[in-house]
């Protein structure tokens, strides 16, 4: 028999909380009239409700549906989510994982960066609630009551340190958590989103589904973000033969066995000479791989644009 205390925080007063690794195992969870305090939930959950909170810090691991944030001021948040939407809140800030678009209403204030953060099970937390890794449009707001002459949200400084906003664990419970919150090692590739491009050159890799697909998209990033491109937006999606012939145009015959093992991972990476980047990193480091890889830097705008258009459509963007 489930208790509801279990899933619930409800008008706590500057107190430091938290459910640890399994404890929550997909249910449900509600939080509501807190203040100044922290809280931590180190599992995945069904759906997650935030109601009248202030001044606090929210870690929420991985959601399968959706976290609602209602008539809440002051918040710093870190979330993982299938969707996400605000309603009457003011100033929260938070790093985002979003597989759909990011919806605010009657929200002012709002700030939004890329989620990164790490602990050991939190991979499996994604897997079990059905999120991608590589599906995050944590910059692409959809304001539903947009203000004519006001932005009612913005995105957080590049180099907004997590920690600064969400600081670790204080309590003893918590603490066994071994949690990382430097950037490379997040679970979810920080991506540059909507922010401005350095370059107006960018490369499209894909990879297709396989055992170390994960692997080999993480591997690229590292290799690629070492060697000062930026990532800009990564996707998994599953493909078919038509889509491949729109996307992949003269190669799309020889990858279209390799589309029914499951979905593709595909990055963009921006940068002067990413195109170049990337195929001598994929001969380097890859061979044996099949990758797709944009031909020039004249074809590679097309490339990235083909298949996020696809990729849009194909997910109710």
Not at 26 to 36: A, S, W
Not at 86 to 100: H, I, N, Q
Not at 232 to 244: C, H, I, P, S
Not at 282 to 295: A, C, L, P, Q, R
Request: charged share 25%; aromatic share 10%.
């Amino acid at each position: 028999q489930i208790d509801p205390k279990d899933y619930t925080f409800s008008g706590l007063k500057g107190e430091v909380v938290g459910r640890l690794p399994g404890k929550v195992a997909g249910q449900q969870f509600i939080i509501q009239d807190c203040e100044n305090c922290s809280i931590y939930i180190f599992d995945h959950s069904a759906t997650i409700t935030i109601d009248d909170c202030i001044n606090c810090q929210i870690f929420l691991g991985p959601i399968k549906g959706s976290v609602f944030f209602r008539d809440c001021k002051d918040c710093k948040c870190i979330v993982a989510c299938q969707q996400f939407r605000t309603r009457d809140c003011r100033k929260l800030e938070v790093f985002l994982c979003c597989a759909t678009q990011p919806i605010i209403e009657s929200s002012t204030g709002m700030k939004f960066g890329c989620f990164q953060y790490y602990y050991p099970e939190l991979a499996l937390q994604f897997k079990d609630a059905g999120l991608s890794i590589f599906n995050n449009t944590w910059s692409n707001i959809h304001d539903f009551t947009p203000v004519s002459g006001n932005n009612n949200w913005d995105l957080l400084p590049e180099n907004a340190v997590v920690q600064d906003y969400v600081p670790l664990p204080s309590c003893e419970e918590l603490k066994g958590v071994r949690i990382s919150t430097d950037a490379a090692k997040s679970i979810i590739p920080i991506t540059r989103g909507r922010r401005e491009k350095n370059s107006d050159e960018s490369c499209l890799a894909v990879f297709f589904a396989g055992d170390y697909t994960v692997a080999n998209a993480r591997k690229l990033i590292d290799e690629m973000t070492s060697k000062g491109f930026q990532l800009v937006q990564t996707k998994e999606v599953l493909m078919k033969a038509e889509d491949a012939h729109r996307v992949f145009k003269q190669s799309a015959s020889e990858l279209i066995p390799l589309l029914e093992k499951g979905p593709v991972v595909a990055l963009e990476f921006n940068g002067d000479g990413a195109v170049e980047g990337c195929r001598s990193t994929i001969n380097d480091v890859f061979s044996g791989t099949e990758v797709f890889v944009s031909e020039s830097k004249a074809s590679a705008s097309q490339d990235v644009d083909n298949f996020y258009n696809f990729a849009d459509i194909q997910m109710g963007m």
